[in-house]
């Protein structure tokens, strides 16, 4: 838009610092895209410390370079130059009359008055359209700045004592002037202002804390409730799990009388049989004896018959003596007691609420390693006291572990203890009497080494089963995938079951061959953070990139690439690094457009430069981190290529050396994982030997490419290229 058709919508505060109320000086434009006088920034920055908007309200981190390096918009100092030398020339007549002018047209160049003048030229079809600009900016609002006795005489006098201004032609001045303190207007202007901007400046502040106290009320409403409810959800459920038992109890009760009058009625039962047994026989005894009455020559008979009923008779005296089992229900009462006095349960209070674990911290699984130093972050609304908190940890068997909270400010805590023992650990924290958010922290602890192999890589796939693992990456759904120079991309579950298998197909013609090619034969792989794959094919000296779908959006077909394999990209500055073993160096290409962007290293042994490089990684702070292969040594180099130390060097058996190193990567904790020959092992980012990760009998033989799948626990896997196969270990 020009300057023309801009002072068509201008307004005067468009020209005026929303710091300082005042016209632009050097105005200097913000990456929120709002302009400020470059004064009032750096005193901003120097009061606060960051630039906060006053507009929006985002905050910006300038150092005095970045102030130095802030621009101006162009259409604000066009219009600042225009509008300057349009009132520097303002003349005292309209450019047809005699009126004081009031606009001014940038079409005509003419200055006209608000009367007539002005109505005029915006009725004529030939000016109608032109842009005018209204004089006077300086005038702020309802102020007037000239004298309100003498009109047409500026205000240029402040009495500081009878707090009023006036003009040259202002009597009361010349007495004011003997008694009291007068300054100039302008300089009673600029110590209102800045008296002004303090006020601003200290009710945004109060503003501030008033939104960060709303906002801690309106968290803590939240959790209240929602705390409420899991309490209100507490009470039933124990109300419903006390019932229950004392059913479960009752039934327990119930069944035991039952098998007692079962019991005791079968042995009255018995009882009730050997009687009717007993009147039978004595019945039959009573009819044979009286039918040998009279007949003395059946004395053997009435003798048998009168032992038979001794017999009976003492039989029945033995068992007349047992008495039936009464039962008899005793209630407990120390269960009334308890009732009474402790109820179900009790509500305590404390300010759990302003405290919160962290939600990547709310279940945790670990490796046993030394030292085996876990960290749990807390972090709270409040700036408060750490001795509020408490921790405790506690194994699966009781074990119990000694903890230390370390308050790191800004408003969060660690907690760290040790875990000695695999299995199933607790850390409970406590403000006051209460569990904060989030603890208990299940915390599962696994013993290191190898966890799982997946077998043979031949048996998953379809083409070229001949060809054996060169790499491996984790997915964008935590699983992983397998390259083995072909155009299959198997897909496994870090349990190790197979997903599914890729097929990588795009129609390409080779820089080198000029032959035309339909498949894609995959050697190294890199997932970008958005999820685009990398893969590099040696055989066709070409590099990949695939989006989220498996549709190919750029190959990389330049004749510098030779034998390109590793590969990683620095996603801030779309730098994508290939490591070359034939062409002995890591290339840069952007890796939106595919262009070359120069080279690190150069053939040899000598320091800085490389042989054979496979593989190649960056830093957090963005340093490029090279295997060295054919050196056995891994070398880092700053983001431009320039050579900065060698971190491993040394070729041998024992732990620390690299013999032939494949592949290198960073875990979280910013440690290299090395593949070599003969082993799989762990350094600092100065390249200190920590440990071997691997061990001699887990079968790591020619290890290649090797990716990070798991920060807790730390696991790492394992493109196990001589035996075919995939390992993955926690270290």
């Not at 750096?42 to 150092?63: I, N, R, S």
């Not at 130095?68 to 520097?88: G, P």
């Amino acid at each position: 838009m020009s300057v023309s058709k801009a002072l068509q919508f201008m307004d005067k505060k468009d020209l005026e610092c929303a710091i300082c109320l005042n016209r632009f000086h050097q105005p200097k434009t913000l990456k929120c895209m709002h302009t400020y006088c470059l004064q009032c920034i750096q005193k901003w920055v120097e009061t606060h410390g960051k630039m906060k908007c006053p507009t929006c309200g985002q905050e910006h981190d300038l150092t005095k370079e970045d102030l130095q390096q802030l621009t101006s918009t162009t259409m604000i100092t066009q219009l600042l130059e225009y509008v300057i030398k349009t009132e520097d020339q303002k003349p005292s007549k309209c450019s047809v009359c005699d009126n004081q002018p009031a606009y001014h047209c940038s079409t005509c160049q003419l200055y006209l008055c608000d009367g007539n003048c002005f109505k005029q030229h915006k009725i004529l079809p030939s000016t109608k359209d032109h842009p005018l600009y209204k004089l006077n900016m300086k005038e702020q609002d309802g102020k007037p700045t000239n004298c309100q006795v003498h009109c047409n005489a500026p205000l240029e006098f402040y009495c500081t004592t009878c707090n009023k201004s006036a003009c040259k032609q202002c009597d009361h001045i010349f007495n004011c002037l003997q008694k009291h303190k007068v300054i100039p207007m302008s300089t009673a202007v600029d110590n209102f202002n800045k008296e002004a901007n303090e006020v601003v400046k200290l009710a945004h502040e109060f503003e501030d804390r008033l939104t960060k106290k709303l906002e801690t009320i309106t968290k803590n409403v939240s959790e209240f409730e929602s705390q409420l409810k899991l309490c209100r959800s507490a009470i039933e459920i124990q109300e419903k799990n006390l019932i229950m038992k004392v059913r479960d109890k009752s039934k327990q009760l119930m069944s035991e009388l039952e098998s007692m009058y079962k019991e005791e009625k079968e042995n009255i039962d018995s009882e009730f049989n050997d009687i009717d047994s007993k009147m039978m026989q004595l019945k039959n005894l009573i009819v044979l004896t009286n039918t040998i009455m009279n007949k003395p020559e059946e004395i053997e008979n009435l003798r048998s018959h009168n032992t038979t009923i001794n017999v009976l008779g003492t039989d029945f005296d033995k068992s007349f003596h047992k008495t039936i089992s009464t039962p008899n229900f005793i209630p407990y009462t120390n269960l009334d007691e308890l009732m009474n006095t402790e109820g179900i349960g009790k509500i305590t209070t404390a300010d759990r609420l302003i405290y919160e674990v962290a939600e990547d911290d709310g279940a945790i699984t670990v490796t046993k390693v030394e030292p085996n130093n876990i960290v749990v972050k807390v972090s709270t609304l409040a700036e408060t006291d750490p001795r509020q908190l408490a921790a405790t940890i506690i194994s699966s068997s009781g074990e119990e572990s000694p903890t230390q909270i370390e308050y790191q400010g800004s408003g969060e805590y660690k907690i760290s203890g040790r875990y000695n023992v695999e299995g199933d650990w607790q850390m409970k924290i406590t403000a006051g009497a209460a569990h904060i958010k989030g603890s208990p922290v299940n915390i599962k602890v696994e013993t290191e080494g190898l966890v799982h192999t997946i077998g043979n890589i031949s048996d998953y796939k379809e083409h070229k089963k001949f060809e054996k693992v060169t790499d491996v990456a984790l997915g964008t759904d935590g699983c992983i995938l397998v390259s083995s120079n072909s155009e299959e991309i198997l897909k496994f579950h870090q349990s190790g079951s197979l997903i599914a298998s890729v097929i990588l197909n795009y129609s390409f013609v080779d820089f080198n061959s000029k032959k035309i090619h339909t498949n894609v034969i995959t050697a190294g792989m890199h997932r970008m953070g958005d999820g685009c794959m990398l893969y590099s094919a040696f055989q066709r000296r070409i590099i990949f990139k695939y989006d989220d779908t498996n549709q190919c959006i750029l190959n990389i077909n330049s004749k510098d690439l030779q034998y390109p394999f590793g590969l990683t990209v620095e996603e801030k500055s779309r730098v994508l690094y290939v490591a070359d073993c034939e062409a002995h160096c890591v290339y840069k290409f952007n890796v939106d457009k595919g262009r070359l962007l120069g080279k690190i290293g150069s053939q040899g042994s000598g320091i800085g430069q490389l042989k054979e490089p496979q593989d190649v990684t960056l830093t957090k702070d963005g340093h490029v981190i090279v295997a060295d292969f054919g050196n056995n040594r891994i070398q880092m180099f700053d983001a431009n290529g320039k050579f900065m130390r060698v971190c491993i060097v040394g070729c041998g058996e024992e732990d620390g050396k690299v013999m032939c190193p494949h592949s290198v990567t960073m875990d979280m904790d910013d440690n290299l994982i090395v593949s070599s020959n003969h082993k799989l092992q762990l350094f600092d980012k100065n390249g200190v030997f920590i440990k071997r990760i691997d061990h001699k009998d887990d079968g790591l033989y020619i290890p290649l490419g090797i990716t990070v799948i798991s920060n807790r626990p730390r696991r790492v896997a394992v493109a196990n290229h001589g035996e075919n196969n995939v390992k993955i270990f926690e270290y």
